[in-house]
């Protein structure tokens, strides 16, 4: 892989003691990344392959906090009373999110669609 491609979403490391999992960028990748001759990989992806994601993200914190819930019933002293909470609370917290974006989804495309 040549290390001056860098995705735009990704920040460049030149230090391998930096926490991150972009390649090093040596000093001539960080000059051309400075004049902007930045390379971007195309992904491929669809706008319905990430909300695709999203939802099977959000399906996985709801199973994964019902199963440790359910674990927690069948038998009580191999799982952490805190640990089902911290999961039911991401689950609810990632439901919550992808209902507010749904929302706003559905609301800007009522918009696009009724203005003239």
Known sequence: ???????????ARNNAAHIGS??????????SIKEGAVKTEKTG?????????AVDYVNDKQQASSDMA???????????????TI???E???????????IDRITSAWNEITTTR
């Open 1 to 11: 892989m040549d290390t001056s491609i860098i995705s735009t979403f990704q920040m």
């Open 22 to 31: 972009a390649p090093l960028v040596g000093s001539a990748g960080l000059q």
């Open 45 to 53: 992806k669809s706008f319905e392959d990430y909300l695709l994601e």
């Open 70 to 84: 359910e674990k927690l019933i069948v038998d009580p002293d191999s799982v952490d009373v805190h640990d089902v």
């Open 87 to 89: 999961a039911m609370a």
């Open 91 to 101: 689950a609810q917290l990632s439901l919550s999110i992808a209902q507010t974006v």
